[in-house]
């Protein structure tokens, strides 16, 4: 039989019924073998764990590197619009356009701060 023939088959049963079912066939003298099958469960167990820490990964890590380019095109604008020589006096911008570069740089500063605690967290790990 196949997989997702024995698959169709199983979802009929309450997760409880089928472990106890498991445990009967695993007598006493077949201990290697249920051992081995918990191995394996831990082994996909800890694959879908690490699937899903690259999923939050990857949406931290993108939510960053989005905050951080609006903050530098921002910055780069300001100072193309408003500098003289790559460089700007903070008097020289509108308090509307200074009021955007502050909640873009907030945001970029907590994407940032996010990303770098996860960072840190994957190291430990």
Do not use: T
């Amino acid at each position: 039989m196949k997989k997702e023939e024995i698959k169709k088959r199983l979802v009929k049963f309450s997760k409880e019924d089928i472990v106890d079912c498991v445990i009967d066939e695993f007598n006493f003298y077949d201990n290697h073998r249920l051992n081995s099958f918990i191995s394996k469960l831990k082994y996909r167990q800890k694959l879908r764990e690490i699937e899903e820490q690259d999923k939050v990964f990857e949406r931290v890590s993108q939510e960053q590197s989005k905050a951080m380019n609006l903050y530098f095109d921002w910055k780069k604008r300001v100072i193309d619009k408003y500098g003289k020589d790559g460089q700007v006096r903070l008097g020289d911008i509108p308090s509307e356009e200074l009021k955007i570069g502050v909640q873009l740089e907030k945001d970029f500063n907590e994407k940032n701060q996010a990303y770098m605690k996860l960072l840190s967290q994957e190291a430990k790990v």
